[in-house]
């Protein structure tokens, strides 16, 4: 079992930065492929970013490449989410997850644990 807490949400005018982190509880989080996700108010959840166990792979969608990065400290069981040139249409409920399986994937369904999210909103 994994639990996952978001943390570093909040409110940012656009053009700026946030970092958001993923903790998460378990011996075995080297283990895991760790992604984001992302819902906004009346749209279905999206994928974001995804990287794999080692790190060594990763993955982002179209939207957010050149902006976001995602990266993870196996030593913290902490994974992030740093997102600079923030936009108004960034403005979303951020959501970690895990994957058992150590390999990168863009569907939620692929992923078995969830946090609970953090508010990420941008203002223009």
């Known amino acids: 079992q994994v639990q996952l807490v978001e943390s570093g949400g909040g409110l940012v005018q656009a053009g700026g930065s946030l970092r958001l982190s993923c903790a998460a509880s378990?011996?075995?989080?080297?283990?895991?492929?760790m992604g984001w996700f992302r819902q906004a108010p009346g749209k279905e959840r999206e994928f974001v970013a995804a990287i794999s166990w080692s790190g060594g792979s990763t993955y982002l969608v179209d939207s957010v490449k050149g902006r976001f990065t995602i990266s993870r400290d196996n030593a913290k069981n902490t994974v992030y989410l740093q997102m600079n040139s923030l936009k108004p249409e960034d403005t979303a409920v951020y959501y970690c997850?895990?994957?058992?399986?150590?390999?990168?994937?863009?569907?939620?369904?692929?992923?078995?644990?969830w946090g609970q999210g953090t508010q990420v909103t941008v203002s223009s």
């Open positions: 997850a895990a994957r058992r399986s150590g390999t990168v994937r863009i569907e939620d369904i692929n992923y078995e644990y």
């Open positions: 378990g011996r075995t989080f080297n283990m895991y492929a």
